[in-house]
């Protein structure tokens, strides 16, 4: 995969740029890479399109800044904007997942000239502000059982630990939220035991020896030099950009116009935390959702561990599309 180092209005990027023709734009989210998307660039050149995947603000090549307000949906989406005009791309499918994809909804809310097509991976689309700051709600959850938002939202307790044991963290967390373990067995584990906080790892399940089904060693050498050099901040600001998130969304739900498309895994725990009725929420505030797909069998990340049908769902939504 060919990779372009950019600087578009003094903030660095670093993105695969490959192929010609209509623009795919892919944004993926924690622990995540432009490389998360390895298994989606050829299929789609292949198909006639031109794939931009960045390393997202805060992670690999991309530039990280310290300041928790530039995690913001808004503020990536923005940036995005800019980074696609730049490449001189009028309209984009935009593709999410995890965190990219409130950021891929904001830009369709915020720049809807610029979205083509909006297809959301694992993150349903949430119209609705919750009636409490993220962070108290957070705080009132890790009470009852280990919750790595809360624990996340904490000022360089995670970075610490995780920048600590880099390969260790991907391993557990990559094998958490995979279709082999049930992920929300960790909030059987307390935030604290005899008075001390647990960190992730203390709950995290040991991983099996690679290779897996869908995640070779060196695969994953790939993300561990890169969060062994870039540290984890700047991915979990965009878990500390919670509050600011909420400030920024409005209290009237939004709906999103632009054609659009959902995957996610059946085992993904991210489902169960948004809710049993998220999905038709979704429904109701995007009235050109084409499509709801999901993998039985697959956890979280899906473009990894059900590479060739997430492949094929992205290309037969962008050939459904008018780009006139």
């Given at each position: 995969?060919?990779?372009?180092?950019?600087?578009?209005?003094?903030?660095?990027?670093?993105?695969?740029?490959?192929?010609?023709?209509?623009?795919?734009?892919?944004?993926?989210?924690?622990?995540?890479?432009?490389?998360?998307?390895?298994?989606?660039?050829?299929?789609?050149?292949?198909?006639?399109?031109?794939?931009?995947?960045?390393?997202?603000?805060?992670?690999?090549?991309?530039?990280?800044?310290?300041?928790?307000?530039?995690?913001?949906?808004?503020?990536?989406?923005?940036?995005?904007?800019?980074?696609?005009?730049?490449?001189?791309?009028?309209?984009?499918?935009?593709?999410?997942?995890?965190?990219?994809?409130?950021?891929?909804?904001?830009?369709a809310?915020?720049?809807?000239?610029?979205?083509?097509?909006?297809?959301?991976?694992?993150?349903?689309?949430?119209?609705?502000?919750?009636?409490?700051?993220?962070?108290?709600?957070?705080?009132?959850?890790?009470?009852k059982?280990?919750?790595?938002?809360?624990?996340?939202?904490?000022?360089?307790?995670a970075?610490?630990?995780?920048?600590?044991?880099p390969?260790?963290?991907?391993?557990?967390?990559?094998?958490?939220?995979?279709?082999?373990?049930?992920?929300?067995?960790?909030?059987?584990?307390?935030?604290?035991?005899e008075?001390?906080?647990?960190?992730?790892?203390?709950?995290?399940?040991?991983?099996?020896?690679?290779?897996?089904?869908?995640?070779?060693?060196?695969?994953?050498?790939?993300?561990?030099?890169?969060?062994?050099?870039?540290?984890?901040?700047?991915?979990?600001?965009?878990?500390?950009?919670?509050?600011?998130?909420?400030?920024?969304?409005?209290?009237?739900?939004?709906?999103?116009?632009?054609?659009?498309?959902?995957?996610?895994?059946?085992?993904?725990?991210?489902?169960?935390?948004?809710?049993?009725?998220?999905?038709?929420?979704?429904?109701?505030?995007?009235?050109?959702?084409?499509?709801?797909?999901?993998?039985?069998?697959?956890?979280?990340?899906i473009?990894?561990?059900?590479?060739?049908?997430?492949?094929?769902?992205?290309?037969?939504?962008?050939?459904?599309?008018d780009?006139?």
């Amino acid at each position: 995969m060919r990779y372009r180092r950019l600087t578009v209005d003094g903030f660095g990027w670093n993105v695969i740029d490959e192929g010609s023709g209509p623009v795919v734009l892919l944004c993926h989210g924690f622990p995540g890479l432009a490389y998360s998307w390895r298994h989606q660039v050829q299929p789609l050149v292949s198909a006639g399109y031109r794939v931009i995947a960045p390393d997202m603000p805060g992670y690999g090549g991309t530039d990280s800044p310290a300041a928790v307000a530039e995690y913001t949906y808004l503020s990536a989406a923005g940036r995005l904007d800019a980074l696609l005009g730049s490449l001189g791309v009028e309209r984009a499918i935009v593709v999410g997942h995890d965190f990219g994809a409130p950021t891929a909804w904001t830009l369709a809310l915020e720049h809807p000239q610029r979205v083509a097509g909006l297809v959301l991976l694992a993150m349903p689309y949430a119209p609705d502000r919750i009636p409490v700051r993220p962070s108290e709600a957070f705080a009132y959850l890790a009470r009852k059982h280990f919750f790595h938002f809360d624990y996340f939202m904490q000022p360089d307790l995670a970075d610490a630990e995780l920048d600590a044991h880099p390969r260790e963290f991907l391993t557990r967390i990559f094998y958490a939220l995979s279709c082999d373990y049930r992920y929300l067995d960790i909030w059987q584990h307390p935030s604290r035991r005899e008075g001390v906080r647990l960190g992730y790892l203390d709950v995290l399940p040991e991983a099996p020896d690679l290779p897996w089904s869908w995640m070779t060693s060196e695969e994953l050498d790939v993300y561990h030099a890169a969060f062994q050099d870039s540290g984890f901040t700047g991915g979990l600001n965009w878990y500390r950009a919670a509050d600011l998130n909420w400030e920024h969304q409005s209290a009237q739900p939004r709906v999103i116009e632009q054609p659009a498309h959902f995957l996610c895994g059946g085992n993904d725990p991210v489902l169960t935390i948004a809710g049993h009725d998220a999905v038709d929420r979704m429904r109701e505030m995007m009235p050109d959702l084409r499509g709801v797909e999901t993998f039985s069998g697959a956890g979280h990340f899906i473009q990894m561990e059900r590479a060739d049908e997430v492949s094929a769902a992205l290309v037969s939504f962008a050939a459904s599309l008018d780009w006139a």
